[in-house]
Structure formats: structure tokens, C-alpha cells
């Protein structure tokens, strides 16, 4: 079994910041691609940032310059800094990973979601 366990969602004022973290933990030999999702009330979700094992990150255009995703190999953990948050950034933001499994297999996890709120 593996797990995702995200942390760091709260209520924050427009122009503020928030850090999420989302750490794995389970049986697994590696953690390769992890993702930042948001998903707001009545929309689909969406990609916000992933990040490569190595480094390599991809932004979806909104988050532009605002948002940061980093990950620390070592502890199999992935963040998401988020600044100058805005009212059409609240969402339920999720973490996603692909975990190679000691068999071999590919899997892709998903966290349980956090709670982001940006209201005045």
C-alpha cells in the first residue's frame, strides 16, 4: 500500500502565500513524476505543477510565476509554494505520484485533497 498524505491548505487573503506539502510513504522503489491537481466546485480538475525525479517542472500558464513546486527526493516529498494567491485559486488541490512498485509495476497514487481558500 502507499500513501499520500497532503498538508498545509488553509484560509488565506488575496495576495497571501500557503506552502502545501505532500509526502508518500509505503512500498515503493522509487516515486518518479509528482503533481500538484486543483479541482474547484462544479469544475473539472486540472494540473497545476508537476515536477520530474529530476527537476523538471511544468506549469499550467494561471500559476505562472506565482507558484513554485519543489520535491525532496530523500524524503519522497513534494511542495507547492504558493504566492499572491488569488479568489480563482480556491480549490481542493491534490497531490499525485508515480510510484514504481518493487514488482515492477507503474502506479499512479493520489492524495486526499487539502482544502485551499483565498477570501477576504
Known sequence: QVQLVE???GLV???GSLRLSCAASGIFVSVNQMGWYRQAPDQMRELVAEITRGGARKYTESV???FTISRDNAK???YLQMSNLRADDTAVYYCKAEVQRPWGALDDIWGQGTQ???SS
Open 116 to 118: 485551499v481558500t483565498v
Open 64 to 66: 505562472e510565476g506565482r
Open 13 to 15: 487573503q488575496p495576495g
Open 76 to 78: 519522497n516529498t513534494a
Open 7 to 9: 498538508s498545509g491548505g
